[in-house]
């Protein structure tokens, strides 16, 4: 059963200025967690990596209907094995998944120009 969908759209060149600026550190470390700036850091094209986690934490609170007390921080976005994206929730973003029976996250991360797109769906039993 769909529990919910999430779409959000980043622009690439607002995170390019912040990251051109030194300015990304602590904004980004309050958003990403450390493998995620670590990741981004090392990505060929840091802007487009840092958008599209910024897009697939909104993206997964549009899903999920914005739950209370649900910090960004709590919605990771690692790689599977095979190279897909994939999220791991923690805390209290976790907890929301257990409560609502949410089994399953799908998420697709697409670049494009000065933009960078993300969209997840929500599976849940029942």
């Keep these: ?3 919910g969908i999430g779409t959000d759209l980043c622009d690439t060149r607002r995170i390019q200025r912040r990251v051109a600026a030194g300015r990304h550190g602590a904004l980004f470390r309050r958003v990403l967690t450390d493998a995620e700036v670590r990741y981004c850091e090392a990505a060929p094209r840091a802007a ?3 958008a599209a986690r910024f897009a697939a ?3 997964w609170l549009k899903a999920a209907s914005v739950p209370r007390g649900v910090a960004l921080r709590e919605i990771e976005v690692v790689r599977a094995s095979n190279g897909a994206p994939e999220i791991n929730v923690h805390g209290r973003a976790r907890d929301f998944c257990v ?7 799908l998420v697709t991360l697409s670049h494009d120009g000065d933009y960078a797109v993300a969209t997840v769906l929500l599976l849940a039993e029942g």
Excluded at 99 to 105: F, G, Y
């Design 1 to 3: 059963m769909i529990h």
């Design 48 to 50: 487009h990596a840092f």
């Design 57 to 59: 934490k909104e993206a």
């Design 99 to 105: 409560l609502r029976k949410i089994t399953r996250t």
